[in-house]
């Protein structure tokens, strides 16, 4: 299984780009987003990868993130959501904005992505709503995990790169996450409590985080 990527852009397309690693060129599909954060041809560019196995096609699905390709793998184990769709959700809303919106509830923000509609948006919520928290946490680039040890890494030599920058305040939302659970609120209601949050505040530390979650959690009269 390849699952890291590591090499020279040779093309740019409009949906992929192909990626010398060692004279061995890899098309790589990606989302909208992805594209855009990638470097211009000619330099180096770091993809993690999850490769999808059909009968007669082999496809590679490229993120500069481990929790965009772990929110594609999610979104496409729901029923009716093949990549095309996923890359489709992760294009409109970017991996934090399907975790706001899935946690939330927010299946209109679903149904916003490019060929997605009500009924898909609805089940991509409802079947994933509980998985959210754990996304929610997650954080880090190719350039952040490079010791990973669970994933195949195919490098090429290569010149220094930029360092992309994480996700604006994963570290506090997973705390925030955590201390809500240990206050016995239900995962689903705390990930969303926290992305509204979060959506409102960027860069709120844990404590801002929590107490806004809380308001959002306390009882209405």
């Given at each position: 299984m390849i699952g890291k990527l590591t090499g020279r852009i040779e093309y740019r397309a409009v949906d992929h780009v192909l990626i010398d690693v060692r004279g061995v060129g890899y098309l790589v599909f990606c989302s909208e987003r992805t594209l855009a954060g990638l470097p211009p041809v000619g330099e180096v560019a770091a993809v993690y990868t999850d490769l999808l196995v059909q009968e007669t096609n082999l496809q590679l699905f490229g993120f500069t993130?481990?929790?965009?390709?772990?929110?594609?793998?999610?979104?496409?184990?729901?029923?009716?959501?093949?990549?095309?769709?996923?890359?489709a959700i992760l294009s409109a809303l970017g991996p934090d904005g399907v975790g706001r919106a899935i946690a939330l509830g927010d299946w209109n923000a679903v149904k916003a992505a490019k060929g997605v509609?009500?009924?898909?948006?609805?089940?991509?919520?409802?079947?994933?709503?509980?998985?959210?928290?754990?996304?929610?946490?997650?954080?880090?680039?190719?350039?952040?995990?490079?010791?990973?040890?669970?994933?195949?890494?195919?490098?090429?030599?290569?010149?220094?790169?930029?360092?992309?920058?994480?996700?604006?305040?994963?570290?506090?939302?997973?705390?925030?996450?955590?201390?809500?659970?240990?206050?016995?609120?239900?995962?689903?209601?705390?990930?969303?409590?926290?992305?509204?949050?979060?959506?409102?505040?960027?860069?709120?530390?844990?404590?801002?985080?929590?107490?806004?979650?809380?308001?959002?959690?306390?009882?209405?009269?």
């Open positions: 993130t481990l929790v965009e390709k772990e929110w594609h793998k999610l979104l496409t184990s729901v029923q009716g959501i093949g990549a095309k769709a996923s890359l509609g009500p009924k898909i948006a609805q089940r991509v919520v409802l079947d994933l709503k509980n998985k959210a928290p754990a996304m929610m946490a997650m954080g880090g680039t190719v350039a952040e995990a490079l010791g990973e040890q669970d994933a195949e890494v195919i490098e090429a030599p290569a010149p220094s790169r930029k360092k992309a920058a994480p996700a604006a305040n994963a570290s506090a939302q997973s705390e925030a996450l955590s201390a809500l659970s240990n206050l016995g609120y239900a995962p689903g209601d705390a990930a969303g409590a926290v992305a509204q949050a979060a959506g409102e505040a960027p860069d709120a530390e844990t404590t801002t985080l929590i107490r806004a979650a809380l308001k959002l959690l306390a009882p209405r009269e």
